[in-house]
C-alpha cells in the first residue's frame, strides 16, 4: 500500500520529466507563433490570391468583353487582328515592366519558391514577388497561354516570407510559413485544402514532418474558406457521373498511363527545347514577349482554345464537346503555344496546361477505346479525368498531391483505382526519361541541384566564407605568392570544391586569398572545420524532417 501511495505521489514528477522536454522543443522552435502567423498568412494568401484573379479579369475584359472564365466564344467573336494584337500588346507591357523593375528580369514561379526553401525561407523579396504577380496577371489578362496556380504560390510564399521578416524566427519556422502561404495558395486557386496541404509538404518542404502539419492546414483551410466566400463551393469542373464499366479496363488504364507519359516527355522537352532557342537569341529583353505575344495570337487566330489559363478547353473535353480531331489538334496546339509563353518571359505557370494536355489526351484515348471496345470501354470523360492527373503529376513530380487535386477538383474519388494507375506509370516513365521534374530542371539551369538531395545542395551553395577562420594577425604572415604553385582558395568558392583541394593536396589547412587580389591572405580554411560544417548542416536537415 505504501508502495502504490508513493507512486501517486511521485506522478507529477513523472508527468513533468515526460513533458517538459516535449515542451520546451515546443516552445523553443516557436512553433506557438508559428500556427498563430499560419492562420494570418492563410487569410493574406487567399485574399491575394482572389486579388490576382480580379487583375486577370480585369485586362480580359478589356479586349475580350468579358471577365469570365469561358472566353472561347468571345475570342471566336473577336476579328483576327484583335487575337493577335492583345498578345503582342500585353508582352509589350510585360517587356518593359521586366526591364525596368525586375532584377532577375524574369517572373517567379514554384521554382523559386523550392529554392527559397532550401535557402532557409529566404530569397523571395516583397516588391519582386509583388511585381512578379503584375507581370503574370497582365500576361494571363492578355492571352499568355500557361497558368495562374504557380504564380499565385510564388505570391503566396512571398507573403509568407515577408511576415517572417518581422519576427526572428528560426530558419525551420520560417520554412514552414512559406510552406503555409503555398498551402493556402493552392487550397484558394482549386478550392482543394486536402490538395494544399499535401502539395506545400510533396513539393515545397520535400518532407512530411509533425511540426508543419498543424500550421500548414490551418494555413490551407483558412485559404479555401476565405476562397469559397468569395468565388462559392463548386469544384473548378463540373462533371457528370462517371462510373469504371469494367475491372478489365485495367490494361486500358495502364496503355493511358503510357500516353500520358509520352504526352509529358513531349510537353517538357518542348519546354526546355523552346527555352534554350530563346536563351540563345539576342535581342533586347523587352522584344522577347513582343514577339512572343505575335506568335501566341497567330496560333490562337486558328486555335482560341490556347489563349488564357484554358479552364474552358479542359472543362469541353471532361464533358464529351470536343471531337478527336480538336483534341489532337489542341494537343499539339497548346503545347507550342504554352512553350512560346514562357521561352518569351511572360509570367505563368505550368499547372494548367498540364492538365489541359491530360484532359486532351485522355479525351482522344477515350474516344480510340470506345471505338475499339464498345461494350466496354467507360466514357471518354473518365479517361479525361484521368489523363490530367497522370500528365500533371509526371511533369510536376508531385504524383500525390496531383492525383488529390484531381479529386478536389472534378470530385472524382470512385477513379482512384484507374487514377493511381495511370499517375504511377506516367511518373515513373518521366523520370526515366527526365530524371527530374520541371521545377528541378529549372533549378539545375541556375546550378541549384536540389534533386540530387542535401548533400548535393549543400556542397554547392555552402560557400568558404561561411566556415573560414580569421587571417593571421601579423601582416606578414597576410602575403601569399599564387606563382609559387602552392594551393589556395577564393571566399566564393563552393563547400565541395574546397574538400576537393584538401584531398588531392593533402593540405590540413589552405589559404583563402582575396578575389581580385590574389597575393592578401583573407582568411585560413581548415578541413576539419569544413567537415564539421557539412555534417552539422546534414544532421540540422534531418531533425527537422523527422521533427
Request: charged fraction near 15%; proline fraction near 4%; glycine fraction near 10%.
Amino acid at each position: 500500500m505504501k508502495e502504490i501511495v508513493d507512486n501517486i505521489h511521485r506522478l507529477p514528477a513523472i508527468l513533468f520529466s515526460w513533458i517538459a522536454p516535449n515542451m520546451r522543443l515546443f516552445l523553443g522552435y516557436r512553433l506557438p507563433e508559428v500556427w498563430v502567423l499560419a492562420v494570418l498568412i492563410g487569410a493574406l494568401v487567399a485574399i491575394a490570391a482572389i486579388v490576382f484573379r480580379m487583375l486577370i479579369a480585369l485586362y480580359q475584359l478589356s479586349w475580350l468583353g468579358t471577365a469570365s472564365e469561358r472566353t472561347i466564344e468571345a475570342a471566336l467573336a473577336q476579328p483576327w487582328w484583335v487575337i493577335i494584337a492583345a498578345p503582342t500588346f500585353g508582352g509589350l507591357i510585360v517587356g518593359w515592366l521586366l526591364q525596368t523593375y525586375q532584377p532577375k528580369q524574369r517572373a517567379g514561379g514554384v521554382a523559386d519558391v523550392i529554392e527559397a526553401r532550401a535557402l532557409g525561407g529566404r530569397g523571395l523579396p516583397v516588391r519582386e514577388g509583388l511585381m512578379s504577380a503584375l507581370v503574370t496577371t497582365v500576361s494571363l489578362g492578355f492571352g499568355a497561354s500557361a497558368g495562374r496556380e504557380g504564380p499565385v504560390v510564388h505570391l503566396g510564399a512571398t507573403i509568407g516570407t515577408a511576415l517572417c521578416q518581422l519576427f526572428s524566427l528560426p530558419d525551420s519556422a520560417r520554412r514552414i510559413l512559406l510552406a503555409c502561404g503555398v498551402a493556402s495558395a493552392v487550397s484558394a486557386s482549386f478550392n482543394a485544402p486536402i490538395a494544399g496541404v499535401l502539395f506545400a509538404h510533396e513539393v515545397i518542404l520535400g518532407h512530411y514532418a509533425m511540426s508543419a502539419f498543424v500550421p500548414i492546414v490551418l494555413a490551407s483551410t483558412i485559404g479555401t474558406v476565405v476562397s469559397r466566400l468569395w468565388f462559392g463551393e463548386a469544384a473548378a469542373f463540373v462533371i457528370p457521373d462517371y462510373e469504371i464499366t469494367s475491372y478489365l479496363e485495367i490494361p486500358a488504364f495502364a496503355l493511358l498511363g503510357l500516353t500520358c507519359a509520352a504526352v509529358a516527355i513531349i510537353f517538357q522537352f518542348s519546354l526546355i527545347g523552346t527555352d534554350y532557342v530563346a536563351r540563345n537569341i539576342s535581342m533586347p529583353l523587352w522584344l522577347r514577349p513582343v514577339i512572343g505575344g505575335l506568335a501566341i495570337g497567330s496560333i490562337g487566330v486558328f486555335f482560341p482554345q490556347v489563349l488564357g489559363v484554358g479552364y474552358e478547353a479542359t472543362d469541353q473535353a471532361l464533358k464529351h464537346e470536343l471531337t478527336i480531331t480538336v483534341m489532337l489538334s489542341l494537343l499539339v496546339a497548346k503545347t507550342a503555344a504554352t512553350s512560346i509563353t514562357l521561352a518569351s518571359r511572360f509570367g505563368g505557370g505550368i499547372f494548367s496546361p498540364c492538365l489541359y494536355l491530360g484532359a486532351m489526351t485522355g479525351g482522344a484515348f477515350g474516344l480510340i477505346a470506345a471505338s475499339v471496345y464498345p461494350e466496354m470501354a467507360s466514357s471518354h470523360g473518365l479517361y479525361a479525368i484521368l489523363g490530367m492527373g497522370a500528365v500533371a503529376a509526371a511533369v510536376l513530380g508531385a504524383p500525390v498531391s496531383t492525383t488529390v487535386i484531381v479529386f478536389e477538383l472534378t470530385g472524382g474519388y470512385e477513379l482512384s483505382i484507374a487514377l493511381l494507375i495511370c499517375v504511377s506509370i506516367a511518373t515513373g516513365l518521366n523520370q526515366a526519361i527526365h530524371g527530374k521534374s520541371f521545377f528541378h530542371w529549372q533549378l539545375g539551369m541556375r546550378g541549384v541541384c536540389l534533386h540530387e538531395g542535401a548533400h548535393a545542395f549543400l556542397g554547392t551553395s555552402v560557400k568558404v566564407r561561411q566556415f573560414m577562420d580569421a587571417p593571421p594577425e601579423d601582416e606578414t604572415d597576410r602575403v601569399f605568392d599564387p606563382g609559387s604553385g602552392a594551393p589556395y582558395l577564393h571566399v566564393t568558392d563552393s563547400l565541395e570544391s574546397a574538400l576537393k583541394s584538401f584531398d588531392n593536396s593533402g593540405a590540413s589547412s589552405l589559404p583563402v586569398v582575396d578575389k581580385g587580389d590574389a597575393t592578401r591572405i583573407v582568411g585560413i580554411a581548415r578541413h576539419v572545420r569544413a567537415l564539421n560544417h557539412f555534417n552539422k548542416a546534414l544532421i540540422q536537415a534531418t531533425e527537422e524532417e523527422h521533427r
